[in-house]
């Protein structure tokens, strides 16, 4: 089954099938501590980027969209090329694209590694290879796309201290690449949880990611 019938099924068959597919989630053993390797914070206000993938894109934007110094947060596919960055193709697991999500973020506010401390905390599971949660597929692998070194090592040493800590029960299966490019979704993906809060995939699987967000980091929480 694709990605899109998963989600299509989740729809259909509603909040049972929702509620017992999300408990699978495994969460961090302790609190994820902030990352020793980071980036100083700006003096001044200015805009960089992220890249990051980790499951359904819907559920990563939301998350994104609620954090302080996150100026937008965009749904869309990295890892593969331009004519293959399509939902339906993307769905498929074969063209290299995973669903990612471009962060524009003020570094005045808000570091690079903050960031990723909220991606490997609260976003998703980085220890699930191939899938998270009722998603399985290439394209719903964890990754980090780094645009330079900077990014690079400090995702690196990140993951490396998450693992030497033991923070969760299984070790990290983040890739750490290059960004080639990033390509948006089709607009009906854009603000998708936020559209559609009552439905039950986004109940069950995304606006648990935006609680816990604003249960473990409440000064970095924006409420919309």
Not at 88 to 109: C, K, M, R
Not at 147 to 168: T, W
Not at 196 to 209: G, L, R, V
């Amino acid at each position: 089954m694709t990605g899109s019938s998963v989600r299509l099924a989740w729809v259909l068959i509603g909040t049972l099938l929702a509620a017992t597919a999300c408990t699978a989630k495994a969460g961090p053993r302790a609190p994820v501590p902030a990352p020793e390797l980071d980036a100083k914070r700006a003096s001044v206000a200015g805009q960089q980027t992220a890249v990051v993938a980790g499951g359904c894109f819907w559920g990563i934007q939301a998350v994104f969209q609620h954090v302080k110094g996150v100026i937008r947060a965009t749904s869309g596919y990295s890892g593969g090329s331009a004519k293959t960055a399509e939902y339906e193709v993307v769905s498929t697991g074969e063209t290299g694209h995973a669903e990612s999500v471009e962060i524009v973020f003020d570094p005045s506010q808000i570091t690079y590694g903050e960031l990723l401390r909220v991606f490997f905390s609260v976003a998703h599971d980085p220890t699930e290879l191939n899938r998270q949660g009722p998603d399985e597929g290439t394209q719903y692998r964890s990754v980090i796309f780094y645009s330079n070194d900077e990014q690079k090592q400090i995702a690196e040493a990140y993951i490396a201290q998450l693992d030497k800590a033991g923070v969760f029960p299984h070790r990290i299966v983040t890739q750490v690449v290059p960004l080639q490019a990033f390509y948006p979704a089709e607009a009906y993906h854009q603000n998708y949880a936020s559209l559609h809060p009552n439905q039950p995939y986004i109940m069950f699987n995304d606006a648990p990611k935006v609680e816990h967000l604003r249960q473990e980091f409440p000064s970095l929480y924006m409420g919309k």
